[in-house]
């Protein structure tokens, strides 16, 4: 399984805000905007907050089984890769998201604060982004917990007689 690039999500990032953001320029010229939902940053904290307990849960069992602590309770490598695989899934999406409302919050922004509402979208649209952030946060903090620890003799390529 490849390792998540921070590179990918930034592009992945930018590359949805710019998109929204001249579709909201667009949308907004022919008629009315369509509102950013007040559940769209909780959905985004919720799966930041499942992934980061998955994360935490894994690590303390991980070094429970490293320590080879009586009764320890192991971590079946299949429920790990399934973490791992969920969190870059999330990661992935939480970025397209968060460009998604990004863009739309800095149209906004241009567009002018002065109405009570577009300010309630602008808000609604910065703590999305925030969340999408905790969201590939917390993924990657996952994949690091998961991560297996590189192996000497492989890397050296040449093995002892």
């Known amino acids: 399984m490849k390792q ?3 590179k990918v999500l930034v592009g992945l990032f930018l590359a949805a805000g710019v998109l929204a953001w001249a579709g909201a320029r667009l949308w907004d010229s022919l008629g009315t905007l369509p509102s950013v939902p007040l559940a769209a940053p909780i959905v985004l904290a919720l799966i930041a907050a499942v992934l980061a307990a998955t994360a935490l849960s894994l690590r303390s069992r991980l070094n429970a089984q490293r320590e080879r602590r009586p009764g320890a309770k192991g971590v079946d490598p299949l429920v790990a890769a399934r973490a791992v695989v969920f969190g870059q899934a999330s990661a992935l999406v939480a970025s397209l998201v968060a460009g998604l409302y990004g863009g739309v919050g800095v149209f906004l922004l241009t567009a002018g604060l002065d109405v009570d509402p577009r300010r309630d979208q602008a808000f609604y649209a910065g703590f999305s982004v925030l ?4 969201v590939v946060a ?3 903090y996952l994949e ?3 991560k297996l620890p590189d192996d000497d003799d492989e890397a050296g390529g040449a ?3």
């Open 131 to 134: 969340a999408g952030a905790a």
């Open 159 to 161: 093995s002892p007689a």
């Open 144 to 146: 690091r917990v998961c």
């Open 138 to 140: 917390a993924a990657i």
């Open 4 to 6: 998540l690039h921070i």
